[in-house]
């Protein structure tokens, strides 16, 4: 059974930084794709980024290119999205989830769709705020 759970949201700064983890079992992270989404207040969920074998590291939002970086710890089964130079738009719910596209081949592939993913932790909420 897949579960994904997050952690790291808190209260933060303008400016400053945060780092979520995603802690993921029953997966193996180097077979799948994991992705982080957001949902803002009255905003639907949005694609942030995704890390997998097959595309490497992907950030979706312009918003948040040179800010936001994922990154995975396969020994910890662990998904990270370092969060830097926060901003107050960037409050939200964060979310993890997996596998990802799945082609013809059986390989798994990053998605910025929400569809692309079947299985979801339950989130972790970062506010941006002074």
């Known amino acids: 059974q897949v579960q994904l759970v997050e952690s790291g949201g808190g209260l933060v700064q303008p400016g400053g930084s945060l780092r979520l983890s995603c802690e993921v079992s029953?997966?193996?992270?180097?077979?799948?794709?994991i992705g982080w989404f957001r949902q803002a207040p009255g905003k639907e969920r949005e694609g942030v980024s995704c890390i997998s074998n097959n595309d490497g590291s992907i950030v979706y939002p312009e918003s948040v290119k040179g800010r936001f970086t994922i990154s995975r710890d396969d020994v910890k089964n662990t998904v990270y999205l370092q969060m830097n130079t926060l901003k107050s738009e960037d409050t939200a719910v964060y979310y993890c989830?997996?596998?990802?596209?799945?082609?013809?081949?059986?390989?798994?592939?990053?998605?910025?769709?929400?569809?692309?993913?079947?299985?979801w932790g339950q989130g972790t909420r970062v506010t941006v705020s002074s």
């Open positions: 029953g997966l193996p992270l180097d077979y799948y794709a």
């Open positions: 989830a997996a596998p990802g596209r799945r082609d013809y081949t059986g390989r798994y592939y990053c998605g910025e769709r929400t569809s692309d993913f079947g299985s």
